[in-house]
């Protein structure tokens, strides 16, 4: 019982709050020494009893760190996991104003006989997946496409539908401690072990997981990684032993500590999982199903549901109904056949002109470039213009949707390039996702060199105003030293807090042991501060107001950072590294600058407190700097608000959002768009100049 009452936690506590009233004391002692009115004895006690009581009220955020318990974590993560993948879902199947009937298509597929397992049955569909799962013996699982029979092989089967869906049943039918299934992509693997990868995802949004509970999560097997997008890992489309898909298989095989081959999910297209099957690459001890194409009477109900919602419409559509339905393995109904396609069609072939409202194209036209083989690079040729159309609102009314184009094929283009090859931050970075603080390398080395120019062109102004004010003694020497303690104060900013990941504060960092440890060791720089300013003007009444707010103010927001939050805007993470960074370049350049303006340097401490919060902000806000620098040297391939731009894309279905990361609405198009910079010439004007930039 004696050791629960006087652990060194509370000790330590008992020690600090008597220590504050020791030095309340002497400081009341000696301000009596030197004949303080008892109104300034009075205001000194006063401010000696609110500091006992803040500390009070911060006891709380520095308790140790609670026990974690997993089978609740595991369900918040679950939670998590649904109203994420929800969103996703629905944008997968066409969402907002592009909205598809989650009822219209029911994905079937069937087993790869030469990839069966106990447990395993010959076919399946959507609203079973879940089930033909849980009977698999060992719960490991790859989802193919349809056998490659058109030019583009099995894309847009519905791999990524068919592996969401399943997550979502899995959770909704989620028993006891089975694991929660968490959708991975497969390119933002950057080598490490599995687990580490497993519990770094659950750390970063939209999950925002503190570590400690991940690696719970991970180390109690309470994760299933389910993995999409295993041939995007490698640029060949025969990847063999020693692939990046291969060393990823491989991680996979090695993370179940003490399980034999650890469930998993993988989604892969067809042609490079059977190169790895012939390199003798594949996951081992899994089932393989291939997904079913679409067949005639699932075209036929899509379209009624989708498209076929008025007479008119009824009308125009009834050709490419009675089409598919009189030649069911006809030309039409295989360029058709996958969920990708019948979305494009439907986008492509609704949209009106926006003077009179005539639909632009009439459905009957794809019987004929379906029989030259012609019509799915027409559909994406249109796709972008008609998603422009259906996503104009009043306030995008200087929208081009030539210039859209261009710009996405650009973006494009880069994470083609970059796919397991560029790094930020010490991060690969992914070859599917745009996340905004990412972008920088796509303008070279120039955002770097430009940010450290700023600090430079920071550095030589305050050098500058530190030589043209006058100050009373040892002006040579100490202009020298505060130009040099300056530039050491620079070098300590870039180096403790530079980072190209974008922190901002949180609450939470509070609690954790970092969060506590950093608040400890910032505001005893805060303390040493005003001890500083004590020592150097022999008063102590300034050591003590500039000493005890500056220990307050870098405690807290140096024991507050953290990462970006969980969050469905992809823009958050640097609108608050904005925030937190001008917060504490203000709470820097006033302790720094108002400390020497109250030891009567006026002028030298305004021009302080700018520079020193100027390099504060510059430092902290690495991530926003880098950014803001690229969109500088883009100009004018990008806008400005690169953000904005990125998100109307998002509201117009032509991107989708996961976590803070934007991603083209499919594969296919983004391929599409990087081996095509420009817009086809013979697009309707219409759809080209309607909306001028």
Not at 208 to 222: E, F, G, I, N, Q
Not at 404 to 429: D, H, I, P
Not at 535 to 561: R, S
Request: hydrophobic share 45%; charged share 20%; net charge neutral.
């Amino acid at each position: 019982m004696a050791s629960k009452n006087w652990s060194p936690r509370r000790l330590l506590w008992f020690l600090v709050l008597g220590s504050t009233i020791a030095i309340v004391v002497w400081v009341v002692k000696e301000a009596r020494s030197t004949g303080l009115s008892s109104v300034d004895q009075t205001t000194i006690l006063g401010f000696g009893i609110a500091v006992v009581g803040l500390v009070a009220t911060l006891a709380p955020l520095f308790r140790g760190p609670q026990p974690i318990d997993p089978t609740a974590e595991a369900r918040d993560l679950a939670e998590r996991v649904t109203e994420e993948e929800g969103r996703e879902f629905k944008r997968l199947l066409g969402g907002d104003r592009q909205a598809l009937n989650s009822e219209g298509i029911n994905l079937r597929f069937v087993l790869d006989s030469h990839c069966s397992i106990e447990g395993s049955v010959p076919e399946g569909d959507l609203e079973t997946i879940a089930a033909y799962y849980r009977d698999l013996r060992t719960r490991r699982l790859v989802i193919t496409g349809a056998d490659d029979t058109l030019a583009s092989g099995d894309a847009g089967t519905g791999k990524t539908v068919l592996a969401v869906a399943l997550v979502l049943k899995l959770i909704k039918s989620r028993i006891g401690d089975e694991p929660v299934p968490v959708r991975l992509s497969a390119t933002s693997w950057d080598g490490s072990p599995l687990r580490a990868w497993l519990a770094t995802s659950l750390q970063r949004a939209p999950y925002s997981l503190s570590k400690r509970v991940a690696t719970a999560l991970v180390d109690h097997h309470l994760v299933l990684p389910v993995i999409d997008g295993l041939d995007e890992m490698d640029s060949t489309p025969s990847p063999g032993y020693g692939s990046r898909a291969d060393e990823l298989l491989q991680a996979v095989d090695g993370y179940g500590t003490g399980i034999s081959n650890p469930p998993v999910v993988l989604t892969c297209r067809n042609s490079q999982y059977d190169a790895l099957l012939e390199a003798n690459a594949h996951l081992e001890a899994a089932a393989r199903i291939r997904i079913c194409t679409v067949d005639s009477r699932a075209i036929q109900k899509f379209l009624m549901e989708r498209v076929c919602t008025s007479p008119r419409n009824s009308e125009r559509w009834r050709p490419i109904l009675d089409e598919v339905a009189s030649a069911p393995d006809g030309s039409l109904s295989r360029e058709l056949n996958t969920p990708w396609r019948l979305t494009l069609a439907a986008v492509v072939y609704q949209e009106r002109s926006t003077d009179a409202g005539e639909y632009l194209r009439e459905p009957s036209d794809m019987i004929a470039l379906a029989s030259t083989g012609d019509l799915y690079e027409k559909l994406l040729d249109w796709y972008i213009p008609a998603a422009v159309s259906a996503g104009s609102t009043s306030r995008a009314a200087s929208v081009d949707a030539k210039q859209v184009w261009r710009r996405l094929a650009r973006l494009a283009a880069y994470l083609n390039q970059s796919a397991g090859k560029r790094q930020a931050g010490g991060r690969t970075l992914s070859g599917t996702g745009l996340v905004l603080h990412e972008l920088w390398p796509m303008a070279g080395g120039w955002p770097p060199l430009i940010h450290l120019g700023i600090l430079l062109l920071t550095w030589l102004i305050f050098v500058t105003i530190n030589t043209i004010i006058p100050i009373d003694e040892n002006d040579l020497l100490q202009k020298v030293a505060n130009a040099g303690a300056f530039g050491g104060l620079t070098s300590v900013i870039l180096l403790w807090f530079g980072s190209t990941t974008p922190v901002r504060w949180g609450a939470e960092a509070m609690r954790s042991r970092s969060g506590r440890r950093a608040f400890a060791a910032a505001g005893a720089l805060g303390l040493f501060l005003g001890g500083v300013f004590y020592l150097a003007g022999g008063d102590w009444v300034v050591g003590l107001v500039v000493g005890l707010p500056a220990a307050l103010g870098f405690g807290f927001l140096t024991g507050g950072t953290a990462r970006p939050a969980k969050g469905s805007d992809p823009r958050e993470p640097i609108r608050s590294n904005l925030r937190f960074a001008a917060a504490n370049g203000l709470v820097d350049g006033a302790a720094f600058g108002g400390a020497l303006v109250m030891t009567s340097h006026p002028a030298q401490g305004i021009a302080v407190g700018i520079m020193t919060g100027l390099t504060m902000f510059l430092g902290i806000g690495m991530a926003s700097v880098r950014y803001f620098s690229f969109l500088l040297c883009a100009l004018p391939q990008f806008p400005l608000r690169m953000g904005r731009f990125l998100n109307w894309c998002y509201n117009a279905g032509l991107l989708r959002v996961s976590g803070t990361a934007y991603q083209f609405r499919h594969r296919e198009l983004q391929n599409y768009l990087a081996a095509h910079p420009d817009p086809p010439p013979d697009l309707p004007l219409a759809a080209l100049a309607r909306r001028p930039l």
